[in-house]
């Protein structure tokens, strides 16, 4: 009788376990979406150059000056570009690498 109410309480135990866990999966999904924000680039966050989130006013003032600069003549676009890149210190997009 000792030996089937040690296995009931293993089952039992093991039921709770698993149940916890699947928990845990759920969890961690939601996390991840708001969490990879505030990761440092160093540790694999973000790079500082990563558009905004979908969503955020700041989303949709990105996707308006993309849509600016898509309109945008090719001549005045790359002189914009190179005059960017030269505040930030950067090579121009489409630039070769070194």
Same mark, same amino acid.
């Given at each position: !009788? &000792?030996?089937g109410?040690v296995?009931?309480?293993r089952?039992a /135990?093991?039921?709770? !376990? $698993? /149940?916890a $866990? #699947? /928990?845990?999966g759920?969890?961690n999904?939601? $996390?991840? #979406?708001?969490?990879?924000? @505030?990761?440092?680039?160093?540790?694999?966050?973000l790079?500082?150059?990563a558009p905004p989130?979908?969503? #955020?006013? &700041? @989303?949709d003032?990105y996707?308006?000056?993309?849509?600016?600069? &898509?309109?945008?003549?090719?001549? *005045? &676009?790359?002189? $914009? *570009?190179?005059?960017?890149?030269? *505040?930030?210190?950067?090579?121009?997009? /489409?630039a070769p690498?070194?």
């Amino acid at each position: !009788m &000792r030996v089937g109410l040690v296995r009931g309480l293993r089952a039992a /135990g093991a039921v709770v !376990m $698993l /149940g916890a $866990l #699947t /928990g845990c999966g759920s969890i961690n999904s939601a $996390l991840t #979406t708001g969490m990879a924000d @505030y990761v440092p680039q160093w540790a694999g966050g973000l790079p500082a150059d990563a558009p905004p989130r979908p969503g #955020t006013a &700041r @989303y949709d003032a990105y996707m308006k000056e993309q849509e600016r600069l &898509r309109k945008m003549p090719a001549a *005045e &676009r790359a002189k $914009l *570009e190179a005059a960017r890149a030269a *505040e930030t210190g950067q090579p121009p997009a /489409g630039a070769p690498a070194r």
